[in-house]
């Protein structure tokens, strides 16, 4: 995979997140989980938050630790399998505390390789 490559699935990540942020601003917890679309979308968008990173070569992970890979991964895959169930308590965190950090991870990540 060329560097171009997993550049674009960073990209795909941020777009990921902000959308994320979008869906659910202003919203309470009760809110979100109320709105079904809104759920909905938030949580595909987690899903493919996860499979963006899976395609980041491991040596651009390594490079950049302070990005959550794993977790990514991991948590896509239990979004995507449905393992236990969804704890709307933990989706919710992951909304309001991970994302903005994620998003600000990821921004710093695609200045740092050269992007505007």
């Not at 491991?58 to 979004?79: C, E, F, G, K, S």
Request: proline share 5%; aromatic share 10%; net charge negative.
């Amino acid at each position: 995979m060329s560097e171009r490559e997993w550049r674009f699935y960073v990209g795909d990540m941020i777009g990921f997140c902000e959308k994320v942020l979008a869906f659910t601003q202003g919203l309470q917890q009760e809110q979100f989980v109320a709105d079904p679309m809104r759920f909905d979308a938030t949580v595909r968008n987690l899903e493919l938050i996860g499979e963006a990173a899976s395609h980041i070569p491991q040596d651009v992970r390594n490079l950049h630790p302070t990005v959550p890979w794993r977790m990514l991964i991991a948590t896509r895959n239990q979004l995507i399998h449905g393992y236990l169930g969804l704890d709307n308590d933990i989706l919710w965190s992951i909304v309001q505390t991970d994302m903005p950090a994620l998003l600000h991870l990821l921004k710093l990540l695609e200045t740092h390789h050269g992007y505007p």
